[in-house]
């Protein structure tokens, strides 16, 4: 899961943790698995700290996931 998430959030910075579920869910068939914006945004910020790095979307009111510089 850290591969695709990590790979989705490369190929389109500044998107959603709503627009990451929505690719696992359709493209990646990963409809069973439960989860939520709630959960990929924990996901994030506690197994990918190091690669990935977010931001406040003022105008949405969320947070919006990019690629890190400093991560591998």
């Known amino acids: 899961m850290k591969q695709e998430v ?3 959030v ?5 998107c ?3 627009a990451i579920v929505a690719n696992l869910n359709h493209d990646q068939k990963m409809r069973n ?3 939520t914006p709630r959960k990929v945004g924990f996901f994030i910020t506690r197994h990918l700290k190091s ?5 406040q979307d003022h105008k949405a009111g969320r ?6 510089e400093d991560g591998a």
């Not at 490369?10 to 500044?14: D, F, H, K, V």
């Not at 947070?63 to 890190?68: S, W």
């Open 33 to 35: 698995h439960g989860l």
């Open 51 to 55: 690669s990935l790095t977010w931001w």
């Open 6 to 8: 990590r790979r989705f």
């Open 63 to 68: 947070r919006v996931y990019g690629p890190n």
């Open 16 to 18: 959603s943790a709503q």
């Open 10 to 14: 490369t190929a389109n910075p500044g």
